[in-house]
């Protein structure tokens, strides 16, 4: 190709070279000065997805249980699932900031 001896090194340092300007010093970093909003929008996004699909899959889980596991039927196991849904909502929607 361009008559250029290949060197396996060569590669390697230029990986070395863009990974040492990409890198700051270790004494650069202070804690606490970075910001974090997206980062705890995410964790928050992230524990409400978790808490609402637990909350569907046990309304699922216990419907279809009672539905065709037992006697209830169709209605008991949608009455049930329904207050069981209706109690979840109320016990895990966000709770008002406490003002001062």
């Known amino acids: 190709m361009s008559g250029t001896p290949v060197s396996c090194s060569t590669p390697l340092k230029r990986f070395e070279q863009k990974r040492d300007e990409m890198a700051g010093q270790a004494s650069e970093y202070h804690r606490g000065e970075m910001d974090i909003h997206e980062q705890v929008s995410t964790f928050h996004l992230v524990m409400n997805i978790t808490k609402w699909g637990a909350l569907l899959v046990a309304v699922g889980v216990l419907t279809a249980t009672l539905w065709f596991c037992t006697g209830a039927g169709f209605m008991g196991g949608a009455i049930t699932g329904a207050i ?5 909502i109320v016990f895990l929607r966000e709770k008002p900031a406490a003002g001062h």
């Open 84 to 88: 069981l849904l209706a109690l979840g």
